[in-house]
C-alpha cells in the first residue's frame, strides 16, 4: 500500500495518508487563487481513515461560490495549509498536492471553475473539465 507525508513548510504540521488518492483535482477559482499565491490550487482527496494528522493547526473557514463551507487547517508558525475538508462531506480530507513534495504523485483528473483559468495554463487532456 502506497504511503506518502504532506507536511507545511517547517515540518510541523503533518498528513500521513496510506493508499491512493480517491481523486486529485485541481481548482481555478478566485478564492483558490488567492489562497495559494499561485494560478489554481492542486488537491488530493483521501478517506477521512487513510490520514493522519500530527502536529498543531489553526483554522480558517470559508465560504465557496456555491454556497458550502470549506475549513482549512494550516500551521500556526509558518501559515501553510496542509489539510481542509468541506461541510457535509467530512467523509473525506483534501490535502495540498505540494505539500507531498512529490514529483511522482498522479496527475489531476479534475479540473473546475475553467472559466477562471489562465490561459497559459494547460490541464491534462484526459481529465474531466468543468466550467
Given at each position: ?116 483559468k489562465h490561459e497559459w495554463v494547460e490541464v ?8
Open positions: 500500500m502506497t504511503e506518502r507525508t504532506a507536511s507545511c513548510s517547517c515540518g510541523q504540521l503533518t498528513a500521513k495518508v496510506s493508499g491512493d488518492p480517491i481523486r486529485v483535482s485541481i481548482c481555478h477559482c478566485y478564492a483558490c487563487q488567492i489562497r495559494t499565491g499561485s494560478v489554481f490550487a492542486a488537491q488530493a482527496r483521501f478517506p477521512r481513515e487513510a490520514v493522519k494528522i500530527s502536529g498543531k493547526s489553526s483554522q480558517y473557514v470559508r465560504v465557496g461560490d456555491g454556497g458550502g463551507r470549506v475549513h482549512f487547517s494550516f500551521c500556526p508558525t509558518c501559515a501553510a495549509t496542509v489539510h481542509f475538508y468541506l461541510e457535509g462531506h467530512e467523509a473525506s480530507i483534501a490535502i495540498p498536492v505540494g505539500a507531498f513534495a512529490d514529483r511522482s504523485f498522479p496527475p489531476p483528473v479534475f479540473s473546475m471553475y475553467e472559466d477562471r491534462p487532456a484526459n481529465a474531466e473539465h468543468r466550467p
